[in-house]
């Protein structure tokens, strides 16, 4: 049962507390809110002002499962803090681990700080949860994507397209790099899990991904510097550093070029291209 006054408390408290920094918000010079307004808090969790304020004064329908996972992400909840927020609306929290999508707060408030610089957080089946501006300006906006073509891995071997964004000489690599590291996920997380499932898609759909998968390669990890064909700033190779939270199995991946290289000047360029296509 949905205990409407917890839920409205706790809600206010956690907004409370997040100043707009925290979330990468620009703090305006006659800004007297204590905490974030209501509605900059319902744009974060991608819902009406209204259905939020309306939880926050008691009122409205009981959230729906969805709903809460957008509320806990947007108000940057721990796990703690989400699973709370579940059982205040009567709801039983969803998993954590490697199923899970909700991001670390600690992960969030550093991709909100990378607005300059391409970025993103991924499962560990490679599914895109977030990406900076100038990540969609580099690969596309990759959350669009629904069911198994959320993967990646799924996609490389499943849609020619995917792999015109990388070096032709960088395939064969990517082909048993990605293989070999849906097997390791499968065996980590058993015969019934996300990772199982996929690959059992892939022996359906992929002859190349059968011929790959019967090697048994184990181990194969991604490059740090990556060659992208990009198509409208060319070719570029980047750096990836990568910050995992092993409580999710999420990793925040961030691309940067060597200062005054070819890359960092096409960087600068993709970057203006980017603010320009959101303009």
């Not at 909840?77 to 709370?84: M, P, V």
């Not at 925040?252 to 960087?267: C, E, F, R």
Request: charged share 25%; with cysteine; glycine share 8%.
């Amino acid at each position: 049962m949905i205990d409407r006054a917890g839920l409205a408390e706790f809600l206010r408290s956690r907004r409370e507390a997040l100043q707009p920094e925290d979330v990468g918000l620009r703090r305006g010079p006659r800004r007297r809110t204590n905490g974030l307004r209501r509605e900059e808090v319902a744009t974060l969790c991608h819902m009406s002002t209204d259905y939020y304020s309306r939880l926050e004064r008691e009122r409205g329908p009981q959230p729906s499962s969805q709903m809460l996972a957008s509320i806990a992400q947007g108000l940057h909840l721990s796990l703690d803090e989400r699973d709370h927020l579940f059982r205040l609306a009567g709801q039983n929290p969803p998993a954590r681990g490697g199923a899970s999508a909700h991001i670390s707060p600690g992960l969030l408030r550093i991709l909100d700080r990378l607005n300059d610089t391409p970025a993103e957080i991924v499962t560990e089946l490679g599914e895109t949860l977030r990406q900076t501006p100038m990540g969609v300006a580099l690969t596309g906006d990759t959350t669009r994507y629904t069911g198994a073509a959320r993967s990646s891995g799924y996609r490389w071997f499943t849609d020619p397209a995917a792999r015109d964004l990388y070096a032709p000489e960088e395939h064969a690599f990517l082909t048993r790099m990605y293989a070999s590291g849906l097997r390791e996920i499968a065996t980590l997380r058993g015969p019934d899990s996300r990772a199982a499932h996929l690959a059992d898609l892939l022996l359906t759909q992929s002859e190349e991904f059968r011929r790959v998968w019967d090697d048994h390669e184990i181990g194969i990890r991604p490059h740090d510097v990556k060659h992208f064909i990009h198509p409208e700033v060319g070719a570029l190779e980047l750096t990836c550093q990568r910050l995992v939270d092993p409580d999710q199995s999420h990793s925040l991946l961030v691309y940067t070029a060597i200062p005054g290289s070819d890359s960092h000047d096409k960087l600068n360029l993709l970057s203006v291209i980017g603010t320009q296509a959101l303009g």
